[in-house]
């Protein structure tokens, strides 16, 4: 009721109308006792204390019954929607059946709380929300501020512990000794799973039918993106704002969650997606609401400036977080200056745009080919129907081609070099990268995806094993030998680890040892295979996952499940296949050094030994 994404008190009063620049509520219901947690965000130069008194002013109308009343209904048919989606994830079930019995909750009472929830009346939320929200709570502020009781302590010694990877336990030899029947692996086949068919307009369908419940998804799908105008993005966020000639952006919201359903854009270097969800009932009302939307949205000039108040302050915000500068550093270390988090509208382009341009783009992608992905209860035919009827498109041969764009392309490297990015911390974010340029072929991803799983992949890796368990020398290891997601792109390897700033150049040093000569233990590549074999057997592409796994296997040029390859290919991969993979892949290559940190506070002088030292600026790596 306060909060839900879409339609809350919080959603409507202070996120819509950008009030605030984000805020939202979430329970934690315990055994013992149980919260409501609010959080909200500042816009530029807003009180903290101001945001607090707006999200208590909503808890107030929350107390008062000062709500519409469809709202209740809308909140437990979206809480049934919800609930259908979760039956459909095995962690969600699970996470069910724990809460339920860590709260001592009776099985059945869990299992009907929707139906319950149907029953309870405006009244009933009234007096919940006076009994249990006064003025009880707390409020914590964070503040910028230089915390002056750190205090430092001296280095200590660590001495590594040697690997026993040959060694087992009792309770492991306990657990291997179980018999359990092996999971049999279903791979996709995708002439008998999904069907490749047209509309009646001659657009592309990809079509796979529901058979479980009653769910829907619908996507318009083009085939450009932001590598050929980096302005959708900006103009599909701004109908977000944005009401019709015939409805607000309030009542628009409202009545989308009312009908639980949902409409989303999201824009990719290579494609831009149009995407309806929900109960599949109310599917044909759903369409003509956005299709009202993509045709008929109003400019709103004050929603337009306000929404650009709110881009710039989170992207000067990011700045200020040590993961999204190291998510930049390494795009721009991998692709270089034009990458996807550098190509963006620019503030001064924002502000210069007039959003009436903006919505142009929106209402001409009307007039562009684009390709129908749906899954859900509806046969073929019903669904062609719904679609020649309501999506307001030309027929085909009529369409536009979609426009050409320039890719982002991942950079080889040819000798040693170390590029840092500054950022004042106690630690150090540090990926190594080399590219050579090498392309990837089906046959390629067997030994790949081996060599992942026995070196980095997980706790049982020998990277982990080496950097965190046997030398204490990282928060966090990891490395991989990265394949395309699309054919034109090459394949690429990386190392990664957070570590102390101290500790920097053992880092190098122990991972330039692991990659230069790859220790190796049969008994630990045996469970490694043993893992991954496992992890593809019961692995299962269902549902709607079905199209997606169809379009990225049409990437990389098959028209089969790679998985399947994979499996097969398995039993007869030796450790001397991976020694021998890792050798050409990885070892004696030259590597750029991606170091996120306060070069003050690090080894200049041993990173200048590894090669030149080229120093970016957060406007290098962010583009602002």
Known sequence: MLSNGTAGLMDLNLNQPMRVMQCGVWDMALNDYSMLMAYGYPIEGQPLEEVRDLMLAEVEKLKRGDFDDDLLVSVVNNAKLDYLRGLNSNRSRTSQMVDAFV????????????????????????????????????????????????KKI??????????????KSAYLNGILAEEVSPIQPQFVDYSKEMTVASTGKGLPLLYKQNTDDDLFTLTYKYDFGNTADNRYETALGYLDYLGTKSMTVQQFKQQMYKLACSVSFMVSDDNIYLTLSGLSENMAQAMRLAEDLLANAKVDEEAYQGMVDLVVKARNDAKSNQDECFGRLMSYGFYGPRNSSTDIMSEQQMRDTRPADLLKLVKGLSGIQHQVMYFGPMSQQELTAQVDKIHKTAKRLALAPAPAGQPYMEQEV??????????????IYLVQYTNDGARWTPEHAPVVNMFNEYYGGGMNGIVFQEMREARGLAYSAAAAYRQPSKLGHPEYAMTYIITQNDKMMDCINAFNEIVGNMPQSQAAFDLAKESLMKKLASRRTVRGSVLNSYIQAQQLGIDYDINSLVYKALPNLTLDNIVDFERRGMAGRPYRYLILGNENELDMESLEKIGPVRRLTLEDIFGY
């Open 103 to 150: 709260n001592n909750i009776p099985w059945e009472q869990e299992v009907h709380k929707i139906e319950r929830m149907s029953h309870l009346t405006k009244q009933d939320i009234v007096d919940f929300a006076n009994r249990h929200l006064g003025n009880g709570y707390a409020v914590v502020y964070k503040r910028l501020g230089e915390d002056t009781t750190l």
């Open 154 to 167: 001296d280095k200590p010694a660590i001495t590594p512990i040697p690997a026993n990877r040959d060694m």
């Open 414 to 427: 040819a000798a040693n070099e170390v590029w840092i990015a500054p950022y004042d911390a106690k630690n």
